[in-house]
């Protein structure tokens, strides 16, 4: 019996424009390879509790568009595009990532896998797009609302830095 | 693909956008990294970050609103220090953010331990 690694995952901000999670799993990378990159894998764990999933398409090469929609309960769509700029299975891959209803929020995703004694580390590495095109979309429309969550990411990154000592 | 949901998850509420809005500022940040040591004058920030005394002046305008500084006079001087529990709203929205990590990270855990115990079987 392996120790259950729930809410395991650990989240670091290491700059203004990253997001890292680092998460473990106990399966030989090439299944989770699979898990993250089927859709026959991806539409039964992506959606959360409650969302029923709607389209799950992955063409997995380079260049290649995947396409992600779940539904929740409440009736909202929820639609993740991309494509694939790098894939290296069972290793790594990098691709874009738009949200359907923020598409200012766009990023670029890498997936790495390692393993090791039967333990797979997946690193995930979100980077927002830069601070120049950023700032022209705010300046294009900025709604206070809508303060889109990279700006949110940069100012928690800068608020966590590890030489501050701020804390709540 | 694993960023998905918690977009939706961690909306925001209205009542601390402000704090969030104020901080979403780089300068605004800075001023902020620059209070960290200790209390401050406006002159002092304005020699430490090499911004104008009207910007810096701008900001502390807006960080005091949301309540992230508080101004005290001292003679002619006002100081400014950081008010650190005005920042809660970004832990909790932190920890929001890590639950949804989890929540995904978690489900593909238990699909993954199921693909493994059936292959098993």
Not at chain 2, 7 to 35: C, H, K, M, Q
Request: glycine letters at 8%; hydrophobic letters at 35%; aromatic letters at 6%.
């Amino acid at each position: 019996m392996t120790p259950d690694r729930h809410g395991s995952a650990v989240i670091e901000l290491p700059n203004d424009l990253d997001v890292v999670v680092t998460r473990e799993f106990d399966a030989p990378i090439e299944l989770v390879f699979d898990v993250l990159t089927k859709p026959e894998h991806v539409s039964k764990w992506f959606a959360p509790r409650g969302c029923e999933m709607k389209e799950c398409s992955i063409d997995l090469r380079v260049g290649g568009n995947y396409h992600q929609v779940f539904v929740t309960d409440g009736g909202t769509e929820c639609s993740f595009r991309g494509t694939y700029l790098e894939v290296e299975p069972p290793t790594r891959t990098v691709e874009t990532w738009v949200f359907g209803g923020r598409p200012h929020l766009d990023a670029v995703e890498t997936v790495e896998l390692h393993e090791a004694h039967g333990v797979t580390t997946m690193t995930t590495t979100l980077t927002f797009r830069d601070k120049a095109s950023r700032d022209e979309d705010i300046q294009g429309g900025f709604d206070g609302v809508q303060t889109s969550f990279d700006q949110v990411e940069d100012l928690l990154s800068s608020l966590l830095d590890p030489r501050g000592t701020v804390s709540g | 693909m694993p960023i998905s949901e918690y977009v939706g998850a961690v909306a925001r509420s209205p009542t601390t956008s402000d704090v969030f809005n104020a901080v979403a500022e780089a300068d605004r940040r800075e001023i902020l990294d620059a209070l960290i040591a200790g209390e401050k004058a406006v002159g002092a920030i304005v020699t430490d970050l090499s911004m104008s005394q009207p910007q810096v002046s701008k900001h502390l305008r807006v960080l005091s609103e949301v309540g992230l500084v508080r101004c005290r006079a001292e003679g002619r001087r006002r100081l400014y220090r950081l008010e650190p529990a005005r920042l809660r709203p970004l832990h909790e929205w932190l920890a929001k953010y890590e639950r949804a990590w989890n929540d995904r990270l978690d489900r593909m855990d238990d699909y993954l331990a199921g693909l493994q115990r059936g292959e098993r079987q």
